[in-house]
């Protein structure tokens, strides 16, 4: 499989880069730990799903210490619009107890020790690192994983190879700014199981145009 040259990269990143300059999180939050509740609760579901549930869960419990102390069957109830709410639930209950027992409440800016909470992979380590702490990172969720690939920036066949991939391929000043446009890209343009081609910024790059 074949992957973009140096100048078909660069005409990628400038082309999205400028079409979605306010390219950001789409999850409501007030917190850090309310994002990182957040992104544990959208796996698997849509941005959309998550923010017509978190306002009742956030107002009940806005923060670790609250959020531990409410029985998880409370938080299932509340949570349970959204796919596997069970299993997110007993995660949100467990994060949150370790948060509020070990790290004073507060959400520690530290992948490994994000990544031993309950619930929490590379990708919500990365977002949460990135949206919270500004930290250059690119989390790979099923849009940047498909765009990544479909356009040729890399050509990788997992979550994890197409990160690092990115990571080479991609300027480190824009990791956050390309995490946030390719989702963009992926929701408006770049489909699943409909691409716009005619009406995409990087067609003339994207080695899947028309294919
Ligand atoms: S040219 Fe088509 S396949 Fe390539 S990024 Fe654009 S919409 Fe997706």
Sequence with gaps: MAVLKKAGREE?????????????????F???????????????TT???????????FERAPDARTMAALPTEEIQEMIRRIGMYRTKAANVSK????????????????????????????KTANV??????????????????????????TQETDVLKTELA????????????????LIFHGRQVCSAKKPRCEECCIRGACLRNGL
Excluded at 100 to 109: C, L, M
Excluded at 110 to 115: E, I, N, P, S
Excluded at 166 to 181: C, D, E, G, S, Y
Aim: charged content about 15%; proline content about 4%.
């Design 128 to 153: 949460v690192l990135s949206v919270a702490f500004g930290e250059q990172r690119i989390a790979v969720d099923t849009h940047v994983f498909r765009l990544a690939n479909r356009t040729g920036l």
């Design 166 to 181: 990115l990571m080479k391929a991609i300027p480190k000043q824009h990791w956050t700014a390309m995490h946030h446009a």
């Design 47 to 57: 941005d959309k799903s998550v923010n017509e549930v978190t306002p009742g869960l």
């Design 30 to 44: 007030n917190s850090i730990f309310q994002l990182l509740v957040s992104v544990v609760l959208s796996a698997q």
């Design 95 to 122: 994060l949150s107890r370790i948060l509020a027992d070990t790290y004073g409440g507060n959400v520690p800016q530290d992948y490994d020790r994000l990544v031993e909470l309950p619930g929490v992979g590379r």
């Design 12 to 28: 990628v990143i400038r082309q999205l880069l400028w079409a979605y300059p306010d390219a950001g999180c789409a999850l409501h």
